[in-house]
């Protein structure tokens, strides 16, 4: 597409494809996307392509079998003949895909007939888009590269070209599911479910060609709002009937709608508290109005008191998920999914994984990260986030089994892709929405082999070192320059971007690191602190419990400690905050320097544009470290070990 960066998908990586001859075989819209692919591939480098043919001395076959949903295809490479085989048509999509990221290995030597298939049935993208722009939190909430892909003007884009060229992008990292609106439903979103429902039919239409179905985002008002009533009690028959005639409106425009998405009783949007009713009542409404059509709502999970009183010690916000949710265990609708956030509290760059995932063995769960930058970046810093999710999806939290397979509902991310010419702002943060795609297929994946997949596919090999330099171990260096050992926020507050220690301290947010001249962090053990701790199943509710047992980075997430507290790696808390705060900065540095050494082998525009963010990102974390740095030193009047400048 012309002026469209085309990240992970250069022509480039279609050359071993499209030099090549090749049969597709079957019928139906994906494996007319695959024929356009293989056509284009073609046209552009000399290869040749035929559509149903008779079996002749091909290179490549790629048959699908069936009509079935399954998402699996084979491999397999014999007699000089690449063989892609699946028994649905989004299969060979997967295929065809498979096949790029092989490159020429996918033609050179035999290959073992390997069957692949994605682990999690639903790989999903939230998209925190408002239609018309809010006065506080703009066009996308939390957004970072720029307005919406999918909305402007008040109204769906006219040319969707664009929204063509990302359905691409996600289907080729294995995204088969997206939300096209902010979870926070304001007025004008609110209507994308009845009389605006053709503007999201025109969307669907465009990610439907690429294996993916498109999700809304709906307020739990509507009835209300919407439909004139006077309650919106999910109870209530008038209301029920309601929802089913919405609904069914909404399948006559969108005959393979996924479902809806609904943030209830949270920060201040509507939900079923209000009626006297519970979650489950309110999820088990909506889906059974999507019951017929085989939609499934995905209620989330991040219901918390946003109004607590900072002098209140005992309201935690990390134990809200799982006392509101898990004594409703059992009473979800099949078709209802909860969604989760990965941590207890939202997003930070260190959190335990939320205990309520694995907690709940009767309700079906997905698993929400957050691909944009919101607390680690926000997509002027290089913090590339598959480490973490890697660590949270292989977390083994509840008996001995990883939230990658507890997490059946699929897999979740707040998406970090906007209309900024590079998708995601910061041209290196493209790695994040890939790695999230690649993860949902695989849980168990090793980051850092999807890391090189990424850089070779979107940069070749001349600059695959450096860019692994820069970008595997950046999100600890993120975390060593930020907030530390799990203690979370200390961002500037209603933004946050950039060091404010006490900036959410005295806030009704629920999110306090309790420094005092003595010591820091918040205790949420069962014995002397707030009980989260033991919402844990064994053996982490001990693990945490106790200080000398909690793992380092989450100490002061479960402990109010002295600061001359010496961690498991025999650095006092003082002496920890100090070092990481200097080695953070110097990282960030010596990120800058490697990339400033890569002019000659990556494209000049981007290479200024991620030199120029690397600027304010030395600039911003020098910034971080000052801050805390000075706020520590003030507050313990213990003095750096090595006798750095700490103002
Ligand atoms: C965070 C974020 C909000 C968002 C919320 C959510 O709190 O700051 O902008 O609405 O998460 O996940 O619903």
Same mark, same amino acid.
């Given at each position: 597409?012309?002026?469209?960066?085309?990240?992970?998908?250069?022509?480039?990586?279609?050359?071993?494809?499209?030099?090549?001859?090749?049969?597709?075989?079957?019928?139906?819209?994906?494996?007319?996307?695959?024929? #356009?692919?293989?056509?284009?591939?073609?046209?552009? =480098?000399?290869?040749?392509?035929?559509?149903?043919?008779?079996?002749?001395?091909?290179?490549?076959?790629? #048959?699908?079998?069936?009509?079935?949903?399954?998402?699996?295809?084979?491999? #397999?490479?014999?007699?000089?003949?690449?063989?892609?085989?699946?028994?649905?048509?989004?299969?060979?999509?997967?295929?065809?895909?498979?096949?790029?990221?092989?490159?020429?290995?996918? =033609?050179?030597?035999?290959?073992?007939?390997?069957?692949?298939?994605?682990? *999690?049935?639903?790989?999903?993208?939230?998209?925190?888009?408002?239609?018309?722009?809010?006065?506080?939190?703009?066009?996308?909430?939390?957004?970072?590269?720029?307005?919406?892909?999918?909305?402007?003007?008040?109204?769906?884009?006219?040319?969707?070209?664009?929204?063509?060229?990302? $359905?691409?992008?996600?289907?080729? /990292?294995?995204?088969?599911?997206?939300?096209?609106?902010?979870?926070?439903?304001?007025?004008?979103?609110?209507?994308?479910?009845?009389?605006?429902?053709?503007?999201?039919?025109?969307?669907?239409?465009?990610?439907?060609?690429?294996?993916?179905?498109?999700?809304?985002?709906?307020?739990?008002?509507?009835?209300?709002?919407?439909?004139?009533?006077?309650?919106?009690?999910?109870?209530?028959?008038?209301?029920?009937?309601?929802?089913?005639?919405?609904?069914?409106?909404?399948?006559?425009?969108?005959?393979?709608?996924?479902?809806?998405?609904?943030?209830?009783?949270? #920060?201040?949007?509507?939900?079923?508290?209000?009626?006297?009713?519970?979650?489950?009542?309110?999820?088990?409404?909506?889906?059974?109005?999507? @019951?017929?059509?085989?939609?499934?709502?995905?209620? @989330?999970? =991040?219901?918390?008191?946003?109004?607590?009183? &900072?002098?209140?010690?005992?309201?935690?916000?990390? @134990?809200?998920?799982?006392?509101?949710?898990?004594?409703?265990?059992?009473?979800?609708?099949?078709?209802?999914?909860?969604?989760?956030?990965?941590?207890?509290?939202?997003?930070?760059?260190?959190?335990?994984?939320?205990? *309520?995932?694995?907690?709940?063995?009767?309700?079906?769960?997905?698993?929400?990260?957050?691909?944009?930058?919101?607390?680690?970046?926000?997509?002027?810093?290089?913090?590339?986030?598959?480490?973490? &999710?890697?660590?949270?999806?292989?977390?083994?939290?509840?008996?001995?089994?990883?939230?990658?397979?507890?997490?059946?509902?699929?897999?979740?991310?707040?998406?970090?892709?906007?209309?900024?010419?590079?998708?995601?702002?910061?041209?290196?943060?493209?790695?994040?929405?890939?790695?999230?795609?690649?993860?949902?297929?695989?849980?168990?994946?090793?980051?850092?082999?999807?890391?090189?997949?990424?850089?070779?596919?979107?940069?070749?090999?001349?600059?695959?070192?450096?860019?692994?330099?820069?970008?595997?171990?950046?999100?600890?260096?993120?975390?060593?320059?930020?907030?530390?050992?799990?203690?979370?926020?200390?961002?500037?507050?209603?933004?946050?971007?950039?060091?404010?220690?006490?900036?959410?301290?005295?806030?009704?947010?629920?999110?306090?690191?309790?420094?005092?001249?003595?010591?820091?962090?918040?205790?949420?053990?069962?014995?002397?602190?707030?009980? =989260?701790?033991?919402?844990?199943?064994?053996?982490? $509710?001990?693990?945490?419990?106790?200080?000398?047992? /909690?793992?380092?980075?989450?100490?002061?997430?479960?402990?109010?400690?002295?600061?001359?507290?010496?961690?498991?790696?025999?650095?006092?808390?003082?002496?920890?905050?100090?070092?990481?705060?200097?080695?953070?900065?110097?990282?960030?540095?010596?990120?800058?320097?490697?990339?400033?050494?890569?002019?000659?082998?990556?494209? $000049?525009?981007?290479?200024?544009?991620?030199?120029?963010?690397?600027?304010?990102?030395?600039?911003?974390?020098?910034? &971080? @470290?000052?801050?805390?740095?000075?706020?520590?030193?003030?507050?313990?009047?213990?003095?750096?070990?090595?006798?750095?400048?700490? /103002?």
């Amino acid at each position: 597409m012309q002026g469209v960066d085309p990240a992970w998908l250069p022509d480039e990586v279609f050359r071993p494809i499209g030099t090549r001859r090749t049969l597709v075989r079957g019928s139906g819209p994906l494996v007319d996307t695959v024929h #356009e692919e293989v056509t284009r591939a073609c046209a552009r =480098f000399g290869g040749r392509v035929e559509r149903d043919a008779a079996p002749g001395p091909y290179d490549l076959v790629l #048959e699908v079998t069936g009509t079935d949903g399954s998402e699996a295809f084979t491999c #397999e490479r014999a007699d000089g003949r690449t063989n892609v085989t699946a028994t649905g048509p989004s299969g060979l999509l997967y295929g065809l895909f498979h096949v790029v990221r092989l490159g020429e290995d996918a =033609f050179r030597e035999d290959l073992p007939r390997q069957t692949h298939a994605p682990a *999690l049935a639903l790989r999903m993208l939230d998209h925190w888009d408002n239609v018309a722009v809010h006065p506080v939190m703009g066009q996308v909430e939390r957004g970072y590269a720029g307005g919406s892909l999918f909305w402007a003007d008040g109204r769906a884009r006219g040319d969707l070209d664009r929204v063509r060229a990302y $359905a691409r992008l996600l289907a080729s /990292c294995g995204i088969n599911a997206v939300a096209v609106n902010n979870v926070n439903v304001h007025e004008t979103e609110a209507r994308l479910l009845t009389d605006r429902i053709g503007e999201v039919a025109a969307l669907a239409e465009v990610f439907r060609a690429y294996g993916i179905r498109t999700h809304l985002s709906v307020t739990f008002a509507a009835p209300l709002v919407l439909g004139g009533m006077d309650t919106a009690d999910p109870l209530d028959a008038r209301v029920r009937a309601w929802w089913a005639r919405a609904t069914a409106e909404v399948y006559a425009a969108i005959p393979d709608f996924g479902g809806y998405v609904v943030k209830a009783d949270s #920060e201040g949007q509507p939900g079923p508290f209000a009626y006297g009713r519970t979650h489950a009542d309110g999820a088990n409404m909506l889906a059974e109005a999507l @019951r017929p059509y085989g939609g499934t709502v995905h209620w @989330r999970a =991040f219901v918390y008191d946003h109004r607590q009183d &900072w002098r209140d010690r005992s309201t935690d916000r990390a @134990r809200a998920a799982y006392d509101h949710f898990v004594p409703l265990d059992g009473e979800f609708a099949d078709n209802a999914v909860l969604q989760v956030k990965h941590g207890p509290m939202d997003f930070q760059v260190r959190e335990p994984v939320s205990p *309520l995932i694995g907690a709940m063995p009767g309700t079906r769960l997905a698993v929400e990260v957050q691909a944009t930058q919101e607390y680690t970046g926000q997509q002027r810093h290089v913090c590339w986030l598959g480490p973490m &999710w890697s660590e949270v999806l292989r977390f083994p939290v509840q008996e001995g089994l990883p939230v990658g397979e507890l997490a059946r509902g699929g897999l979740v991310a707040v998406s970090n892709a906007g209309d900024d010419p590079y998708w995601t702002g910061h041209p290196l943060a493209q790695a994040n929405l890939y790695t999230f795609g690649r993860l949902a297929w695989r849980p168990d994946a090793d980051p850092s082999q999807i890391l090189d997949e990424w850089i070779r596919l979107t940069f070749g090999t001349a600059a695959a070192a450096g860019l692994r330099a820069i970008l595997d171990g950046s999100w600890r260096t993120y975390e060593k320059y930020t907030a530390p050992l799990g203690v979370g926020f200390m961002v500037q507050p209603g933004h946050h971007y950039g060091p404010a220690v006490d900036g959410y301290e005295y806030s009704p947010w629920g999110t306090y690191h309790f420094a005092d001249r003595d010591g820091i962090g918040v205790d949420r053990s069962a014995a002397t602190g707030t009980g =989260f701790a033991a919402q844990y199943a064994k053996p982490w $509710a001990e693990v945490y419990e106790s200080p000398d047992t /909690c793992p380092d980075e989450l100490l002061l997430f479960f402990h109010h400690v002295p600061y001359g507290h010496v961690l498991h790696s025999g650095r006092t808390v003082i002496q920890h905050i100090y070092d990481t705060h200097f080695e953070g900065v110097e990282e960030a540095e010596e990120a800058r320097r490697v990339w400033a050494g890569l002019g000659d082998v990556v494209d $000049a525009e981007r290479h200024a544009r991620v030199a120029e963010l690397f600027e304010e990102q030395v600039r911003s974390a020098r910034e &971080w @470290r000052d801050q805390v740095n000075s706020y520590f030193f003030r507050k313990s009047g213990v003095p750096d070990e090595r006798g750095r400048r700490i /103002c």
